[in-house]
């Protein structure tokens, strides 16, 4: 047989629950979301049958700093940062989300535009250390480097 259509008639909670009863799995085994769904049901049964309501505009959640991210990444990249991200360090804010705050205080401090505070970050971010490159940085060096080559060969 091809496959269950049991997902089009019952929601997963449902199927949960009947493996629990069956015996399929063990209580102890149960998602995590198990017992909050039975204490707070939803209103409405989601069901694959239920039809979305037609006139509810989604909202689209975009802040600031979304935007000065996108550009930090788009600029400099996650991979040409090359930096190591420890995802069990809470405390210590990455690369570009020192960046974004960076960004964020000079903008409180006057009125700048925007391409240069994005500048003055990046510039303020290399001098404490850390290594920022864009695609333009890395392709003028590049030719640098065959221009030398060539004016003095090894």
């Known amino acids: 047989m091809a496959g269950s259509r049991i997902d089009k008639f019952s929601n997963i909670f449902a199927r949960v629950e009947g493996m629990i009863r069956s015996g399929a799995m063990k209580y102890e085994d149960k998602p995590i979301w198990f017992n909050v769904y039975k204490a707070f049901p939803p209103k ?3 069901t694959f049958t239920r039809k979305a309501p037609e ?3 989604v909202v689209n959640i975009l802040y600031p700093e979304d935007l ?3 550009k930090y990444y788009a ?7 090359q930096e190591v991200v420890d995802l069990t360090e809470k405390e210590t804010p990455t690369q570009c989300q020192r960046f974004v705050d960076k ?5 409180r401090s006057g009125r700048v ?13 290399r001098s404490q ?3 920022l490159e864009s ?3 890395k392709k003028e060096q590049k030719e640098l480097h065959n221009m030398a080559q060539e004016m003095f060969p090894s």
Do not use: I, T
């Not at 600029?75 to 940062?81: A, I, L, N, P, T």
């Not at 960004?103 to 903008?107: N, S, V």
């Not at 535009?113 to 971010?125: C, K, P």
């Open 44 to 46: 409405v049964n989601p």
């Open 55 to 57: 006139n509810q505009q």
């Open 68 to 70: 000065v991210r996108a």
């Open 75 to 81: 600029v400099y990249g996650s991979k040409k940062s």
């Open 103 to 107: 960004y964020f205080e000079l903008k």
């Open 113 to 125: 535009s925007d391409e240069d505070l994005f500048r003055q970050a990046a510039s303020y971010m």
């Open 129 to 131: 250390g850390f290594k």
């Open 135 to 137: 695609e333009v940085e």
